[in-house]
């Protein structure tokens, strides 16, 4: 399980790279960067393990067709982090068991 805290993300200079519209969309610079994050953690990472995306505004990209089987989660507040963060745990925990369970000694 790992946490991708885009909200706290900040550029060289201190920066916050999340940075949202009026309407609570992440600008075009700002969603090109976390997509770009994003696809470079699900790049290392197994597709057991479930990614939870922290950030206060809307991540367009999440809403791809390609996240519909993958563990890609996104928390757009404190109570949502931890709650997937706890889900998260155990979803991959019971991939891990199962895992274990399947396969031969």
């Known amino acids: 399980m790992v946490v991708f805290d885009a909200q706290n993300w900040k550029d060289h200079s201190a920066k916050r790279v999340v940075q949202l519209t009026d309407r ?4 075009p610079e700002s969603e090109a960067l976390v997509k770009e994050q994003i696809d470079r953690l699900r790049g290392v990472l197994s597709d057991a393990v479930v990614l939870v995306v922290y950030v206060r505004g809307i991540v367009g990209y ?3 067709a390609k996240f519909e089987r993958v563990y890609v989660l996104p928390a757009n507040n404190q109570v949502t982090l931890l709650g997937h963060a706890v889900n998260g745990a155990y979803v991959a925990y019971g991939d891990r068991i199962a895992t274990q ?3 031969p000694l």
């Open 62 to 64: 999440l809403n791809d």
């Open 24 to 27: 609570g969309w992440l600008v």
């Open 101 to 103: 369970r399947s396969t």
